[in-house]
């Protein structure tokens, strides 16, 4: 479990983008809440964001967003700026 403001258990962990896409679908429904690094060891992670709801990011630039937002990222947030709005939204969403 991850202490502080959100409770969290790990369901799963992968270090390529097709990893992380197969981990998901292994593990649909056990999951609410998905933390990608963009900048995985292969692949963008980007393919990962299909129907995700929001992305956490320290690359949020308006060109990042806009990746982001295409496959159906409904919102992104600055890593370096928006944590606490990041923290509130997944709270108040899940």
């Known amino acids: ?5 959100l409770q969290a258990e ?3 962990a992968a270090l390529s983008e097709a990893e992380a896409v197969a981990c998901l ?3 649909e429904e056990a999951w609410q809440l998905l ?3 963009l900048l995985r060891k292969q692949g963008t992670g980007l393919g990962v964001l299909a129907g ?3 992305a956490l990011t320290n690359a949020a630039s308006p060109d990042n967003r806009a990746e982001c937002v295409r496959p159906g990222v409904d919102t992104v947030f600055d890593k370096a700026a928006q944590v606490n709005e990041f923290l509130a939204y ?4 899940h």
């Open 1 to 5: 479990m991850c202490s502080g403001y």
């Open 10 to 12: 790990l369901v799963g």
């Open 25 to 27: 679908q292994a593990n």
């Open 35 to 37: 933390v990608v690094d």
């Open 52 to 54: 995700i709801m929001a």
């Open 90 to 93: 997944c709270a108040a969403e």
